[in-house]
């Protein structure tokens, strides 16, 4: 089971990371294709595993594979950070989380022909619900059904295509082969966002009272990229020792810690940082938690 040791220390890492990523949204780069372009930058870094067990050509179809994995990961990257704009971080990313494994059982399912145990499906059916519950959102601003879970939705379902996309790749090939090639992929997807005027702009170009709102902003965000790369890399890690639909299931985990995290922060730096609870909610996470520690009990 040390792939699930990686993976706890995995959902640490991007509970800060999705911390900052709202916090960035909100303060520093109010464009989501902006902080996409970025990550996919960043997701480069990723190329360093060149020099370990890499296998430069492995075939078309791998590399094919590969490249669909990252460019499918920065069009769910997309589609996250817009959810992460017109909602609040404490139920935007639990329903990526909730669709995430749902999505990813299914394809490994008529790919890999992929089947869980008995107490794998309890712990599965468990940390979906726990998702679930903490995604409904009642706020001041909105309650209930809103377009950024829509948002949520379809980036969860291309994360998904991204992490069984890469499985298939580490079946058959080095895991730095495999990672590699998808970075590659996902910073090649990030491209075509420099053709929108505005994204451009805020990149190459920025004006006076940008370059005052993102003034510290690429520090955040140089830390928040640390934590993510942190993330990913022991998420592919350990997707490449264990089911993707088991691995996944996990970022349960990360939903508690970014719930402390959010809730703590509210109280005690408003200013920093503010999300609204009411006592119904607080409640609604507290169950939440309950059905995702079960899960975790019956993952163990």
């Given at each position: ?25 909100s ?13 996919a ?11 370990w067990n890499?296998?430069?050509w ?45 999505v ?22 468990l ?79 920025r ?10 902003g ?65 409640i ?17």
């Amino acid at each position: 089971m040390s792939w699930l040791i990686i993976v706890i220390v995995a959902q640490f890492a991007q509970a800060g990371a999705l911390f900052l990523d709202k916090f960035l949204l909100s303060k520093k780069f109010p464009n989501p294709a902006v902080l996409t372009f970025w990550t996919a930058v960043a997701n480069l870094s990723g190329c360093i595993f060149v020099f370990w067990n890499f296998n430069l050509w492995p075939g078309s179809r791998l590399f094919g594979l590969a490249i669909l994995s990252g460019v499918t990961f920065t069009i769910a990257l997309q589609f996250l950070y817009m959810g992460l704009k017109k909602g609040e971080a404490t139920h935007i990313t639990p329903l990526v989380g909730a669709v995430v494994p749902v999505v990813s059982f299914v394809l490994s399912y008529f790919w890999f022909g992929e089947i869980l145990t008995q107490n794998q499906t309890i712990a599965v059916i468990l940390l979906v619900i726990g998702a679930l519950i903490i995604s409904f959102e009642t706020t001041r601003k909105r309650s209930g059904i809103h377009i950024g879970m829509l948002w949520a939705v379809i980036a969860g379902v291309f994360f998904a295509l991204s992490y069984v996309t890469v499985r298939a790749v580490y079946l058959e090939e080095s895991f730095s082969t495999g990672f590699v090639f998808a970075r590659l992929g996902s910073f090649l997807a990030a491209l075509p966002l420099l053709a929108s005027p505005s994204v451009f702009r805020s990149i190459f170009r920025r004006t006076k009272k940008e370059k005052k709102q993102t003034e510290g902003g690429f520090i955040i965000l140089g830390i928040n990229k640390g934590l993510a790369a942190l993330y990913f890399l022991g998420m592919n890690f350990a997707i490449s020792l264990a089911s993707a639909t088991l691995v996944n299931a996990l970022a349960g985990l990360q939903f508690v810690l970014l719930f402390v995290v959010v809730f703590v922060s509210s109280k005690i730096a408003p200013k920093f940082f503010n999300e609204y609870f009411t006592k119904k909610e607080i409640i609604q996470q507290i169950i939440a938690m309950i059905f995702i520690i079960g899960g975790l009990a019956f993952m163990v």
